[in-house]
Structures are given as structure tokens and as C-alpha cells.
Nanobody, 121 residues
Framework: QVQLAESGGGLVRPGGSLRLSCAAS????????MNWYRQAPGNQRELLAT???????NYADSVKGRFTISRDDAKNTVYLQMNSLKPEDTAVYYC???????????????WGQGTQVTVSS
């Protein structure tokens, strides 16, 4: 069964950096688009960054220039490098990926369990 697992969250001071990782595991035939979202208390889940299987990247205006998405297809892993962090970046961060399992000829969207990022002095 395909699963996504995030890691790398934690507490950081304003202006600091964190790198989040999200590894897909299980029976995987192909990983297509991979995405990072976040959700702060009382807010809707927000799409932050997308990277396609061809490596095309897109960012939300709120993180453009500060966050960088990347992927390692050999590891089925997507990363989010977060620099110049602000208190308003505090949220639970989720990864999401469009994956074709090895035993089903169709793609499905999978979600990780989320990792907390807190930016505070």
C-alpha cells in the first residue's frame, strides 16, 4: 500500500530555515506531480508549491523567493527548503502526490500525515 511520510518539522526562530522531506513508499509504478500544502488553525489548506515529473515548479505568492521545492525520483521523495521563515508560516505542512500504484493501472492522490512547523522567538 502506498504511503507518504513527512519529516523535518519543528520549532525555528524567525529568519531561520527548515527542510521538510516527504518519502513515498509501497508498491509504486510512477510518481507524477508532487505538492506541498499547509494549514494553519482556522484557515483552509493552502497549496504552496508543486513540482511535476518533468521538474517544472510553481509556487504560491506567499512563499515565492523563500521556499524551494525539489524531488529525488530515485528515492520517491519531495523536499521543501524553507528559508527566511516568518511567524505566519506556522502551520501543519502536508505533502501530496499523484501516484500510480504498481498493481492498479490508474493514478491516485495520496497525502502524508502532516508535520508541524512553528516559527517563534
Amino acid at each position: 500500500q502506498v504511503q507518504l511520510a513527512e519529516s523535518g518539522g519543528g520549532l525555528v526562530r524567525p529568519g531561520g530555515s527548515l527542510r521538510l522531506s516527504c518519502a513515498a513508499s509501497g508498491g509504486i509504478f510512477r510518481v507524477n506531480d508532487m505538492n506541498w500544502y499547509r494549514q494553519a488553525p482556522g484557515n483552509q489548506r493552502e497549496l504552496l508549491a508543486t513540482i511535476t515529473s518533468a521538474g517544472t515548479k510553481n509556487y504560491a505568492d506567499s512563499v515565492k523567493g523563500r521556499f524551494t521545492i525539489s524531488r529525488d525520483d530515485a528515492k520517491n521523495t519531495v523536499y521543501l527548503q524553507m528559508n527566511s521563515l516568518k511567524p505566519e508560516d506556522t502551520a501543519v505542512y502536508y505533502c501530496n502526490a499523484d501516484i500510480i500504484p504498481s498493481d492498479i493501472p490508474a493514478s491516485y492522490m495520496y497525502w502524508g500525515q502532516g508535520t508541524q512547523v512553528t516559527v517563534s522567538s
